[in-house]
């Protein structure tokens, strides 16, 4: 949640992280469940269309990230970040590697979404919030 918070005042992204135990037994596949929690927590819902959700169902090793319009950043990148965290879960290695992460995720948001010259993104409103929703 603070590695979040903090990063969040230099762009105007906004990143939810939803971890399930499982993927719930109505939805076929990660990326369909990953849609939904999209929708249902309102990612979607942020001015400049710029939120960003890191899903993740532990007990079916799925991890889907999913950027709103706004985010212009290679879907490459995005899965680079997805393997790397699956390799880390593989080695057990859990927070380390989900604190590792969300700062690859908030640097891409960074890279991608600059402050205008004059404007302060602290001041932009958390439209999401920082903590992990489990589900």
Not at 43 to 52: F, L, N
Not at 56 to 75: F, K, Q, S, T
Request: aromatic residues 6%.
């Amino acid at each position: 949640a603070a590695a979040i918070a903090e990063s969040e005042t230099h762009h105007p992204g906004e990143l939810l992280v939803v971890l399930e135990t499982h993927l719930p037994d109505h939805v076929p596949d990660g990326v369909t469940r990953a849609l939904e929690v999209f929708g249902r927590q309102r990612v979607w819902d942020t001015p400049e269309r710029t939120g960003m959700l890191l899903y993740i169902a532990l007990g079916n090793r799925c991890i889907e990230l999913i950027a709103d319009r706004g985010i212009d950043v290679p879907d490459a990148t995005w899965d680079g970040v997805c393997r790397k965290i699956q390799e880390g879960f593989r080695r057990g290695d859990y927070l380390g590697t989900l604190e590792t992460g969300i700062d690859t995720i908030e640097a891409e948001l960074k890279a991608a979404l600059p402050v205008a010259d004059g404007a302060d993104a602290a001041a932009d409103p958390n439209r999401l919030p920082d903590r992990p929703v489990f589900t």
